[in-house]
């Protein structure tokens, strides 16, 4: 049986990080998570969501504006 390998994973943050990452609330998390809005990744461990710092920052690229983003 072949177990996986989460050392090679990307830094994993709680809600509260991701929110301060993002400059929101948990809470604000939360409703996109249930709305499923802006289709950002998360990961279900048990009760908590975990969030992958790669993707909040391919979430952050998406919703860039101007200054030549693409």
Do not use: I
């Given at each position: 049986m072949q177990v996986p390998i989460l050392m090679d994973c990307p830094e994993?943050?709680?809600?509260?990080?991701?929110?301060e990452y993002l400059g929101v609330k948990p809470q604000?998390?939360?409703i996109w998570a249930l709305?499923?809005?802006y289709g950002l990744p998360m990961i279900k461990?048990?009760?908590l969501c975990k969030?992958?710092?790669?993707?909040?920052?391919?979430?952050?690229k998406r919703r860039?504006?101007?200054?030549g983003a693409e």
């Open positions: 994993l943050l709680t809600r509260d990080q991701a929110a604000t998390l939360a709305n499923n809005r461990v048990g009760r969030y992958r710092r790669d993707d909040l920052d391919a979430f952050l860039t504006v101007g200054g």
